[in-house]
């Protein structure tokens, strides 16, 4: 539904839909832990997005409209689109997104954008996908997506989180994405994940900075050192992990690309508060 309408909600009397939005139904809602979510919402025919882009959501009701940016964690061509969120205690907006319920209605703005997508790279042997938290989400949507592997060899998807509970989401999506009928067979074969904890004990522990550094990333993948000839970066998380990854990527050789000017990384940060 679009333009200024009214629609009925489950537990509410209607809900006013603001011009230029999206109004879609919520399909789905997992919790990973008290900070963690996903949800999948229904998909307007119209939407069109580029697999790694962002669109700013919201919630009817509020007193004040509050949208924040938010990562498609769906590839291209899913029916659904989901996204996975952070719960900010007294975040403007994730207070209230926190609590949604099936059937209640989520706002999306109608214009996607970013820079995380696949056009914005120069060819490449390799890329890295670095993500630190709900940083994974545009990665989530790119491993889904058959461009990436038919543009890459291989696919490297590291995910640093403080504690092992936070890498569910990573953990499942790497699960399910094995037995896809459509990227399964790219993904068993091109695709490496490579999670990490900084705040508990497990198997790889550390910071992707510092792992790469000390140069254990690249001993425990088998590949040699990151060059601006094979390996091209992804990245997304705090602005304080983009402000270091991306120090180290240019220490590496590699130079920052747009959408105007595809380069051999690219940066996103993770926005919501
Ligand atoms: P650490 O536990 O050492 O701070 P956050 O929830 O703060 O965004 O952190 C998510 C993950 O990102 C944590 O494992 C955290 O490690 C790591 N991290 C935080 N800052 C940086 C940074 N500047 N560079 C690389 N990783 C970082």
């Known amino acids: ?25 919520v399909t789905e809602i997992q919790h990973y832990t008290d900070r963690l979510f996903r949800f999948r919402i229904s998909r307007p025919p119209s939407f069109r997005f580029r697999s790694g882009e962002f669109v700013m959501i ?17 590839p291209a061509w899913d029916e659904q689109i989901e996204f ?8 403007p907006l994730t207070e209230h997104l926190r609590k949604i319920r099936v059937g209640d209605t989520v706002l999306m703005r109608k214009k996607p954008t970013g820079t995380l997508v696949n056009d914005a790279l120069l060819p490449g042997r390799r890329v890295y ?23 890459f060899d291989e696919v ?41 904890v900084t705040r508990e004990p497990f198997p790889v522990m550390g910071r992707i900075t510092d792992l790469m550094a000390s140069g254990k990333l690249f001993a425990d993948l088998g590949v040699p050192r990151i060059s601006p000839e094979e390996d091209r970066g992804m990245i997304c998380g ?28 690219v940066v996103e940060r993770a926005f919501v508060d």
């Open 84 to 91: 996975f969120s952070i719960k900010v205690p007294d975040g």
């Open 238 to 265: 705090s602005m304080a992990m983009l402000r270091d990854t991306k120090e180290m990527l240019e220490g590496f050789g590699l130079i920052e690309g747009s959408n105007a000017q595809p380069g051999s990384f």
């Open 156 to 196: 490297i998807l590291t995910h640093t989180c403080r504690e092992v509970a936070e890498l569910a989401y990573g953990v499942e999506l790497v699960r399910d994405l094995r037995e896809d009928p459509l990227v399964g067979d790219m993904a068993r074969r091109q695709l490496r994940h490579y999670p990490t």
């Open 129 to 151: 996908m670095f993500s630190t938290g709900t940083g994974i989400a545009p990665f989530a949507s790119l491993v889904r997506d058959p461009e990436t592997y038919e543009k």
């Open 58 to 74: 919201g919630l009817p009701n509020a007193e004040r409209q509050v949208y924040r940016a938010y990562s498609i964690a769906s």
């Open 1 to 25: 539904m679009q333009g200024n309408a009214t629609r009925p909600q489950i537990g509410t009397a209607e809900v006013h839909i603001p011009s230029g939005v999206f109004a879609e139904t």
